[in-house]
């Protein structure tokens, strides 16, 4: 089983900014993602990124506004948030080893426990 582990969640005013981490200590994965979940909504796709080429890909909720990055040396994805709104606010999600699907129904085999944002206004 492969473990991903998360950090960065926090609290926020809106227009602030959040970094969140996901590192697999011992797994490298072709591609990474960045996924939420609001109370009472459907798990959505955030960002995600191949890490052999960069691809990244966003949900246009957030494009230019956030983004992915990877430190393939420590096997761990970024995601960068800023201009957070409280539409943001949900339990994120880290994923790895891309199962297939389009853009933004990316389907992973290994995700983690998740940390939460929260944006105030």
């Known amino acids: 089983q492969v473990q991903l582990v998360e950090s960065g969640g926090g609290s926020v005013q809106a227009g602030g900014s959040l970094r969140l981490s996901c590192a697999a200590p011992?797994?490298?994965?072709?591609?990474m993602g960045w996924f939420r979940q609001a109370p009472g909504k459907e798990r959505a796709g955030v960002a995600a990124?191949?890490?052999?080429?960069?691809?990244?890909f966003y949900a246009d909720s957030v494009k230019g506004r956030f983004t992915i990055s990877l430190d393939n040396s420590k096997n761990t994805v970024y995601l960068h948030m800023n201009s957070l709104k409280p539409e943001d606010t949900a339990m994120y999600y880290c994923?790895?080893?891309?199962?297939?699907?389009?853009?933004?129904?990316?389907?992973?085999?290994?995700w983690g426990q998740g940390t939460q944002v929260t944006v105030s206004s």
């Open positions: 994923a790895a080893k891309y199962n297939g699907g389009n853009w933004p129904e990316f389907r992973f085999a290994y």
């Open positions: 011992d797994y490298r994965s072709d591609c």
């Open positions: 990124i191949f890490t052999s080429s960069n691809r990244a």
